[in-house]
């Protein structure tokens, strides 16, 4: 679970065309289960359904989640869409924050027609859903080898944000400047959460 920069290369956006795959089904029943028994990830598709959005799930790989939006110029309606892979990813808590990573960029997309070709904008949302989904807890970055105590969370957010920067081609060269650039801003935005589940994890 080290940190490992996503790359663009090695990252095939193919479905599953085989329904009857093993790990297909497996994934889907992971999801339902997860989006029913974790209150942070119900919250979020509580909050992305108000918003008026659906959200398709798809199982691809190589990676263990992923994020689509659509052309927020597009005239089509809105459809965000979460990926997730169960088959590289292999303990339920990394599971369960995938989903919730992915959820928020589904959400801030669903609220401000996020467009990733620019960097501040993915800057922001990557802050946001590193440090809302639990992959920057005490718990994940000691499964990650890292030990930092004070100033975990936020030190953790801006790596983690700064490594997605840098899978997109638009913002690879500017990648820690644009996480800076929004870090403050975005880092203390909560939304959906208020005060009282941010303090329950």
């Not at 263990?64 to 979460?82: A, N, R």
């Amino acid at each position: 679970m080290a940190d490992q920069a996503p790359s663009a290369e090695n990252v095939e956006l193919g479905i599953f065309e085989d329904t009857k795959h093993p790990d297909y089904q497996v994934c889907l029943n992971t999801v339902e289960k997860t989006i029913k028994s974790n209150e942070k990830v119900q919250k979020l598709v509580d909050a992305i359904e108000a918003l008026g959005c659906e959200i398709p799930k798809k199982c691809v790989g190589p990676m263990t989640g992923g994020f689509i939006s659509s052309d927020p110029q597009s005239k089509e309606p809105y459809v965000p869409q979460i990926i997730v892979c169960q088959n590289q990813i292999k303990d339920s808590i990394t599971f369960q924050t995938t989903i919730a990573h992915e959820l928020i960029h589904a959400y801030d997309a669903c609220r401000s027609k996020l467009d990733i070709s620019k960097c501040e904008q993915h800057a922001c949302t990557e802050i946001r859903a590193s440090s809302l989904s639990g992959e920057c807890s005490v718990l994940s970055e000691m499964m990650r080898g890292r030990m930092q105590l004070t100033k975990g969370l936020p030190e953790c957010a801006k790596r983690r944000a700064t490594l997605s920067l840098q899978a997109n081609p638009v913002c690879r060269g500017v990648a820690a400047q644009a996480v800076e650039q929004a870090f403050e801003k975005c880092f203390n935005d909560w939304a959906p959460f208020d005060k009282n589940d941010i303090l329950k994890g």
